[in-house]
């Protein structure tokens, strides 16, 4: 009866033994299928990366550029105003009477001299030799306040002239650009009823004074070249230039690419690696004057350095490109 129990135990010892060996044996070969995946996924990833870089390097980005130019660019106020007499006076009468003769009408251009109106001073029962009206001034009437018939006083003008042949343009400058204004500046004048004309003009007079309505200061800008074609009263678009720099170095605004608060654009290089591809260089710049989409560079660009002006978006740093069109540059004098 003992050794039955003895021959048992052994038999459910070595069954337990050979259950630890098979779970031991497949645990191993899992293991060694679970590290040949991780391999095999490892291998792929790594491959997978590899091709990524290659098809990265192999990239092109197809891109316009121009050329960096050294120049000129003028800064300017645009403003708007009004052609107006530089000279006009009112001409009177020197006694009180009716007026019975006009001698001129509106538009009429006069000498300094010549005769206006008679204003007669005769009263019931009493003749007086009728008063002339004469011309202070040469130019052009503007205005016949006295009309025929009219009874008038000294105090009242018989026309006003103008003298047309020094018309000037009054505008008036928002506070913000008043530091800028100066007597002496240069101007550009154009103007809806001569299509296709510009007239220089130079800053002739400063307010003295602000607006406290309108927080505007008037200034007055003297015709260079007088044209019959001009007439009081025309609207007129005016450009002060402020402002003008030479010798600099300037692009077309669109090239320059911002990013996480840095300003720079992209320069067409040769490929150092191989000098059958052309890669893009970011070079960071200080800006200037910006005016008409026309950037000054202060420093960060050499003129005749060719950039990226479209196209320039998705590049990077070292991105290689291809140039599919060159653009003409800016020119220096603008």
Do not use: W
Request: aromatic content about 4%; proline content about 4%; hydrophobic content about 45%.
């Amino acid at each position: 009866m003992k050794r039955q129990m003895k021959r048992d135990m052994k038999r459910k010892t070595y069954g337990h033994v050979a259950a630890a060996i098979a779970v031991l044996v497949l645990i191993t070969a899992s293991c060694g299928v679970i590290g040949k995946k991780d391999a095999k996924a490892a291998a792929t990833a790594e491959s997978a990366s590899e091709d990524a870089k290659k098809a990265a390097a192999e990239l092109v980005f197809a891109v316009n550029t121009t050329t960096a130019v050294k120049g000129q660019i003028k800064d300017y106020t645009a403003l708007s105003g009004d052609l107006v007499s530089g000279t006009t006076v009112d001409a009177y009468s020197d006694v009180a009477g009716k007026v019975t003769k006009l001698f001129v009408s509106v538009g009429t251009r006069v000498s300094r001299g010549d005769h206006l109106a008679e204003v007669d001073p005769s009263k019931p029962g009493m003749n007086f030799i009728p008063g002339t009206v004469k011309a202070p001034i040469s130019g052009t009437i503007v205005s016949l306040p006295a009309e025929l018939g009219m009874t008038i006083s000294q105090a009242v003008p018989v026309a006003r002239l103008s003298r047309t042949d020094a018309l000037e343009l009054r505008t008036y400058v928002a506070e913000r650009f008043v530091s800028k204004m100066k007597v002496g500046l240069n101007a550009d004048v154009t103007l809806d009823a001569v299509p296709g004309a510009s007239y220089r003009a130079v800053v002739r007079e400063l307010s003295p004074v602000i607006d406290p309505s309108s927080r505007t200061m008037e200034v007055r800008l003297r015709l260079v070249q007088p044209d019959s074609k001009l007439k009081s009263g025309m609207f007129a678009k005016v450009k002060i230039l402020t402002e003008e720099k030479d010798e600099i170095v300037k692009i077309p605004a669109n090239a320059v690419v911002k990013r996480f608060g840095e300003s720079y654009v992209f320069a067409v290089q040769t490929d150092p690696t191989d000098a059958a591809f052309l890669i893009a260089r970011k070079k960071k710049i200080t800006q200037g004057i910006l005016i008409d989409d026309k950037l000054e560079v202060r420093s960060g660009l050499e003129p005749n350095e060719e950039i990226v002006v479209r196209g320039q978006t998705l590049l990077e740093d070292g991105s290689r490109v291809n140039v599919v069109d060159r653009l003409a540059p800016l020119a220096a004098a603008e």
